[in-house]
């Protein structure tokens, strides 16, 4: 791996996010994905992003951010759920790669969610391990009828900040590293029609990083 100096948490939203326009815009550069790259990232990675989204197939980070090789340290659930597994991940990826930036990524038309609301709506319990998905998402749509929310963006939204706030209360050493400014917590959601990632809630990151950006 290069001996390039660590990006700062701002650095890092920059970096995304900027190639998340390169996608949107139909320019991607495809940065990191020839075989040189291979051969650098073969004795160790050295990603400057966590990103913690769901698993649906059409999220597949590297393609929507334009990134490649080494640069993202992936964790993937239905729902962007947490439990040990994935709190875990995510402190691995901040304590021992030190990635200075933590994501976690939804997206609209979210079937963890939209199977949620049907479950507290009708009333019928999913099957198998499904119904632990459900459970899991279950507060973030409470809180968001709480706070009167109805549209399937502000309630997706919601969903993002609670996973947010739950990996820094769950997690005491991503919460430290906010704290220390090593690492900053951010909120995407992404547009499926679109391919566009706009911020919804951020922890760490100065207040001019932490701007919306445009449709927020």
Do not use: K, W
């Not at 948490?9 to 994905?33: C, D, I, K, M, Y």
């Not at 997206?107 to 119904?131: K, Q």
């Not at 947010?164 to 220390?180: K, W």
């Amino acid at each position: 791996m290069t001996d390039a100096p660590p990006l700062t948490p701002s650095e890092a939203v920059e970096l995304l996010l900027a190639g998340n326009q390169r996608f949107v815009s139909g320019t991607p550069e495809h940065p990191n994905q020839d075989a040189a790259r291979r051969a650098q990232t073969a004795s160790g990675q050295r990603p400057f992003a966590v990103l913690f989204g769901c698993s649906d197939s059409r999220l597949a980070a590297e393609v929507i951010f334009d990134r490649g090789l080494g640069d993202l340290f992936v964790v993937r659930t239905a729902g962007h759920v947490a439990g040990p597994e994935v709190l875990g991940s995510i402190e691995y990826g901040v304590s021992v790669l030190e990635c200075p930036l933590v994501v976690v990524l939804g997206h609209d038309s979210c079937g963890a969610v939209a199977a949620t609301r049907a479950a507290l709506t009708d009333g019928v319990a999913a099957t198998g391990y499904v119904r632990d998905v459900i459970e899991r998402v279950t507060p973030s749509v409470l809180a968001a009828r709480a706070a009167g929310l109805t549209q399937d963006d502000d309630i997706i939204a919601e969903h993002i900040r609670h996973t947010v706030d739950l990996l820094l209360d769950r997690s005491r050493v991503l919460a430290d590293q906010v704290t220390a400014g090593q690492t900053a917590v951010v909120g995407l959601s992404y547009r499926l029609a679109d391919g566009s990632a706009r911020l919804v809630t951020t922890r760490g990151l100065p207040a001019e990083a932490a701007a919306p950006g445009p449709g927020a």
